[in-house]
């Protein structure tokens, strides 16, 4: 493959991104607003950042020579008013839009309309989307690829009759979860047809609230797994690679909280059947620019079970660049400019070990209940092998209109035990004050020893939480 490489490198190298793009709109806020202008800003290619009038004083603002206001806090107003973000792109003289993830990041009709005004959109087609964006379709497609999926229904459950109707041939217990879906939302447990029609009901009233649609679909429940997934690249020319594997086990209530990569539960051979998968699952949707395949991993260690497709940058995409040494913004922004992928499957290594930590506004001591306000003292951990993704400064609000990330503090160590060693330190060096965080939850889950086994399944948080709350409790009174 050296001559692929080769040509492949000279393809790319030849031509300055910024000669493809010249100015992009960053259709976002908060740290990926940030992470976005970064890469762009490396490649030489212009900005601008729109805000809705909560995030005036934000700084993703404040950093931006050209800025627009696109309207009021509510993001239904201002980061979900599609054509509010193309006239700002359109009067700025803008010929890319990057959307970050959350928001309009995953919405078809808008890639579509980009397209359609001559902006690139800075992800996969209107069509990809589409085809990878119902989380129940997906399921059917996949399942035609030859890609393993969950044992459920075939497509949407039309009616509780129906939805019972599945649950009985695949076995109890099973989840209800929206098509739509998205950050745990419209997800409901039923451990028994008793429970169905209630679970029905409240999974279809959140998924109608959280995405304006009810669609359901079912799934048996995967019982101790954990959640593994693939990032994937892919140009327009046809390539696609993978970039190695996460382990997202730790979550609360089918969110995320801590990611690390790679997953200390693959064997080499699991890694590359895994991968191949997920490399077979983008090609089923024509996929191009970067994207993550989902899947849940039995506790056999064996089994696996794709779950969705997410058609965008990643939270946890910094873990995969830290052992990869790819910058995946910036690939986003080649691919979207037609150019060739610069590397190949082979040119991919997995180097050392990363961990990320989410820290949320949130009261972990209140069914994580999210708390914003006023940070009124900040310091973020450095040192070797540390990166912090945060728009948060001294003396700023986290808003309440938007999600509740604070920072994402990731760090990059030769070995799983020394990553979680750095961690550990960071977090004793992280300050944070004005309102509660998850920071003192995480610190002690670093020392729990199925954590530090490697023993994780996504069922560990929810079950573990009184004795680590218990824990910080104590070292708080012992400190005091
Ligand atoms: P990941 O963390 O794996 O990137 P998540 O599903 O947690 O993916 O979503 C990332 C961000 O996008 C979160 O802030 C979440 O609230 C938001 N998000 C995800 N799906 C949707 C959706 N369908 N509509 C609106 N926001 C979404
Ligand atoms: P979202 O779009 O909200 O990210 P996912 O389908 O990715 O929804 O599921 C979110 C989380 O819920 C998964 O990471 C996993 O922990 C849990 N989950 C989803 N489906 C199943 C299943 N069939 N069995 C067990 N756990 C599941
Ligand atoms: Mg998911």
């Keep these: 493959s050296e001559g692929k490489r080769r040509a492949g490198f000279l393809r790319g190298a030849s031509v300055p991104l910024s000669a493809m793009l010249k100015r992009v709109l960053i259709a976002n806020r908060g740290e990926i607003a940030l992470r976005v202008r970064r890469a762009c800003r490396e490649a030489g290619i212009e900005t601008v950042s729109v805000y809705s009038q909560a995030d005036a004083e934000a700084l993703h603002v404040q950093l931006a020579t050209r800025s627009v206001c696109i309207g009021p806090p509510r993001a239904a107003d201002s980061y979900l008013n599609s054509q509010a973000l193309l006239s700002a792109a359109i009067a700025t003289g803008c010929d890319g839009l990057h959307p970050g993830y959350g928001f309009l990041s995953e919405n078809p009709e808008f890639a579509d309309a980009c397209a359609e005004n001559g902006i690139t959109f800075i992800g996969p087609s209107g069509d990809a989307i589409r085809k990878a964006g119902s989380k129940s379709a997906a399921r059917d497609l996949m399942r035609a690829a030859g890609v393993p999926v969950t044992p459920g229904s075939d497509g949407p459950v039309s009616s509780v009759e129906d939805a019972l109707a599945v649950a009985e041939t695949v076995g109890y217990p099973v989840l209800l979860k929206a098509s739509a879906g998205g950050g745990g939302r419209g997800i409901r447990r039923c451990d028994s047809s008793k429970d169905l ?191 912090v993704d945060s728009a948060l400064y001294n003396g700023c609000t986290l808003s309440p209109y938007y999600d509740s990330l604070a920072a994402k503090v990731m760090v990059h160590a030769p070995t799983r035990l020394e990553a979680i060693r750095r961690m550990r330190r960071c977090l004793e060096e992280f300050t944070l004050e004005g309102f509660p965080t998850n920071a003192e939850l995480s610190y002690e889950l670093l020392f729990h020893p199925t954590f530090v086994r490697g023993g994780c399944t996504t069922a560990f948080l929810d079950r573990s939480l009184p004795e680590l709350l218990e824990f910080s409790r104590r070292v708080d009174d012992h400190k005091g």
């Design 197 to 387: 029609p209630d679970a029905y009901a409240a999974a279809k009233a959140e998924a109608n609230a959280c995405f304006g649609n009810d669609e359901m679909y079912l799934e048996k429940l995967v019982l101790e797994p954990r959640h593994i997934e693939f990032q994937i690249l892919a140009d327009r020319q046809g390539h696609v690679i993978h970039l190695g594997d996460r382990d997202c086990s730790i979550q609360r209530r089918n969110q995320k909280l801590i990611e690390e990569a790679p997953a200390r539960c693959l064997t080499p051979e699991l890694r590359e059947e895994m991968g191949r998968a997920a490399v077979k699952a983008a090609q089923a949707v024509h996929y191009e620019g970067a994207g993550t395949v989902e899947f849940l991993l039995d506790s056999d260690g064996q089994h696996f079970y794709f779950m969705e497709m997410n058609t965008r940058i990643q939270v946890e995409h910094g873990v995969t660049e830290m052992i990869t040494g790819v910058d995946l913004v910036r690939q986003q922004l080649r691919i979207a400019s037609g150019l060739p992928l610069d590397l190949t499957q082979e040119d991919v290594t997995l180097t050392g070990h990363a961990i990320e930590c989410r820290i949320n506004a949130e009261d972990p001591t209140a069914n994580f209940r999210p708390c914003p306000g006023k940070v009124e003292f900040l310091h973020f951990p450095g040192g070797p092998g540390v990166r």
